[in-house]
């Protein structure tokens, strides 16, 4: 299994079956509620390893990612377009889309023995345009 990550916004962002270990898709609701709330988000945490250019490959877009989540809220680019798929024997098992996707925590770490290092992406979809966050499944295999 693996994983395709693109972003869309001022520049693109690509990571794929290299770069990305684990994602957890969440639909996100109050857990004080006794019905079903109309409060409900849709979040993606995605971790990954940090890849380095060898013999003239290019980056990785982790760097992307870094800068992506520096932007201010202020700004419309804060705000991208997120497409995720998750791979399976060379089919496409879901594609999670948010158009209006925000990060709400970046982080990498580094270490002596994890080689360049690792990332973990938490992102979120807007919330008055969660309605507009899309989960396509049941492709053929």
Do not use: C
């Amino acid at each position: 299994m693996g994983f395709k990550l693109t972003i869309e916004g001022a520049e693109k962002i690509e990571l794929g079956l290299d770069n990305i270990q684990t994602v957890k898709y969440d639909t996100d609701t109050p857990d004080d509620s006794n019905a079903r709330s109309t409060d409900v988000g849709a979040t993606l945490r995605i971790s990954g390893k940090i890849i380095t250019a060898t013999d003239g490959d290019a980056f990785d877009d982790t760097l992307k990612l870094a800068n992506w989540s520096l932007v201010p809220a202020e700004k419309a680019d804060s705000y991208r377009k997120v497409t995720l798929e998750v791979i399976s024997a060379d089919q496409v098992v879901r594609k999670i889309h948010f158009p209006n996707a925000f990060v709400v925590d970046y982080t990498e770490a580094y270490g002596d023995t994890e080689g360049v290092g690792t990332f973990q992406l938490y992102i979120k979809q807007k919330k008055d345009k969660t309605e507009l966050t899309t989960i396509d499944g049941g492709y053929p295999l």
